[in-house]
């Protein structure tokens, strides 16, 4: 995937972890002042990074050696000095280790929704701020993975203010002229309106309302004539017709009047886009556990780590909450925590109607904002059953029911790796924090997820695959099921 800072994928955001960049003797030695994913060998991208008097740049690709549980070096012949703030686009070479943001949020979907959770090692190789121009260095990378399939936007609103319409049309296919020398089939995905508030203020003017127009038109007539090309219109689901000044998006669109929002993720940009993905990958497969010992075939033995939380009918615990609960079953090896003093939680597990074990069952009612549920998978040591530098990926079902009136505000799915030095979370894209529960809209949904991939830096801790979610007002019951769990090694 290649796009702006609406696209990327990972961040190590640090400008609030105090972290230092020095550069001496051709040698970067970074610290980021926390826990990081990255491995040796792994290619970054540092952006929007320099020394105090702003001279010495460190911005660029590197490739990394990883030294500890904060710290990396990398070689930069550049003179010598140190920085720190900034932040830092980490991506893989080879697999990928990358964790999913809100800004994502329309691949999360349109993976979910129309492919079965199946798409997999998916790489990113934007970054935040980036211009079309800027990406042409980025597709050697994309060439070098040999990719089924590169999906490309939406992006181009960073070169609004800056760019004629002609140069962007022109950096965009000076960019798609290298994956096509490859033979890369190329998904555009069209630019999706702003509002003229928040982030999108900035940029939004009826000049750039029809450069948007007028670019998306250029892109859709390329693709009906280029072999190679689908074109993807998000924006027509996107905007809406009666906004005034023309040309801005739905209300809840925006997280913050530029990135879009989880719930236009899944109402606009995933049905445009889910359709040409089902052409191209047709009858893809559920990649779900179906079974404990689940290895996809890939192997001869079990490449699934939970041994029985997702079929197992009793056993677990509730301990942590303090939510009323009454009546509340919890499948074997499993907890719940039901957190609000005037928060009530019931549910039994249930058999899945597809056969594949049981759903963990909650039906939480919040009675105030702040309240919060959370059900745990099974808490697996690392010890015996994963080695340092495995690559885990958390797959389940999730189910949610009475999402309207419910103030539900926020939930992701989250594959913890907990090493007892640090506690590495990798999470779903379904979250708002900060926002109104008006986010996600009135719609119930059941969906397959796919977790990001998560690297195994100690095999001295635990992991666990978890859904959170939280409220923001007192509201009506929200069903959650939670099932067809699993935490599978090495899937390649």
């Given at each position: 995937m290649s796009g702006d800072s609406r696209t990327r994928l990972q961040e190590y955001a640090m400008g609030t972890t105090s972290p230092t960049f020095v550069r001496a003797s051709g040698v970067v030695t970074a610290n980021l002042g926390q826990a990081h994913n990255l491995v040796t060998n792994n290619?970054?991208?540092?952006?929007?990074?320099?020394?105090?008097?702003?001279?010495?740049?460190?911005?660029?690709w590197f490739t990394i050696t990883r030294t500890g549980t904060n710290t990396f070096t990398y070689p930069d012949a550049r003179p010598d000095a140190t920085a720190s703030w900034g932040s830092v686009n980490g991506r893989s070479s080879g697999i990928y280790n990358e964790q999913y943001t809100g800004f994502a949020a329309w691949f999360e979907y349109t993976n979910a929704l129309y492919c079965n959770a199946a798409l997999r090692n998916i790489k990113n190789v934007a970054f935040s701020g980036a211009k079309i121009a800027d990406q042409l260095a980025n597709m050697s990378v994309v060439v070098a993975q040999k990719p089924d399939l590169h999906i490309a936007g939406p992006l181009g609103v960073n070169d609004l203010n800056t760019?004629?319409?002609?140069?962007?049309?022109?950096d965009t296919l000076a960019n798609y002229a290298v994956l096509q020398a490859a033979g890369i089939p190329i998904v555009h995905i069209s630019e999706v309106p702003f509002m003229n508030s928040g982030s999108g203020g900035a940029i939004f003017s009826a000049a750039n309302v029809v450069k948007q127009l007028e670019f998306n038109k250029l892109m859709e007539s390329y693709c009906a004539v280029t072999p190679g090309m689908e074109y993807v219109d998000a924006y027509s689901l996107y905007v809406d017709p009666l906004s005034s000044p023309a040309g801005q998006a739905k209300a809840n669109y925006t997280k913050d009047g530029l990135h879009p929002s989880?719930?236009?993720?899944?109402?606009?940009?995933?049905?445009?886009?889910?359709?040409?993905?089902?052409?191209?990958?047709?009858?893809?497969?559920s990649r779900l556990p179906s079974s404990n010992a689940d290895n996809f075939a890939y192997s001869s033995t079990s490449n699934n780590l939970t041994s029985v939380g997702w079929a197992s009918t009793a056993g677990g615990s509730t301990s942590g909450s303090t939510a009323t609960i009454t009546g509340l079953t919890v499948c074997a090896n499993m907890q719940v925590v039901a957190t609000g003093p005037t928060a009530t939680c019931t549910g039994a597990p249930t058999l899945r109607a597809d056969g594949f074990g049981y759903d963990q069952v909650c039906v939480f009612t919040a009675g105030a904002s702040g309240d919060a549920l959370a059900i745990y998978g099974e808490n697996i040591s690392t010890s015996g059953k994963a080695n340092v530098n495995d690559l885990l990926t958390g797959r389940?079902?999730?189910?949610?029911?009475?999402?309207?009136?419910?103030?539900?505000?926020?939930?992701?799915?989250?594959?913890?790796?907990?090493?007892?030095?640090?506690?590495n979370s990798y999470s779903t894209v379904f979250t708002g924090s900060g926002l109104s529960s008006a986010i996600f809209g009135t719609d119930d949904f059941s969906i397959p997820i796919k977790m990001p991939q998560a690297i195994?830096?100690?095999?001295?801790?635990?992991?666990?695959?978890?859904?959170?979610?939280?409220?923001?007002?007192?509201?009506?019951?929200?069903?959650?099921?939670?099932?067809?769990?699993?935490?599978?090694?090495?899937?390649?």
């Open positions: 290619q970054i991208y540092i952006e929007n990074l320099a020394d105090a008097g702003g001279t010495n740049d460190f911005t660029g760019r004629t319409l002609a140069q962007m049309y022109a989880p719930w236009s993720c899944r109402q606009a940009i995933a049905p445009a886009l889910g359709p040409v993905l089902q052409k191209l990958f047709p009858a893809v497969p389940c079902a999730i189910s949610l029911a009475g999402v309207s009136g419910s103030k539900l505000k926020q939930f992701q799915i989250s594959l913890v790796i907990d090493d007892n030095v640090s506690i195994v830096h100690s095999t001295a801790g635990h992991i666990r695959l978890s859904f959170s979610c939280s409220f923001d007002g007192a509201g009506t019951a929200l069903t959650v099921k939670f099932g067809r769990q699993g935490i599978i090694k090495n899937e390649t």
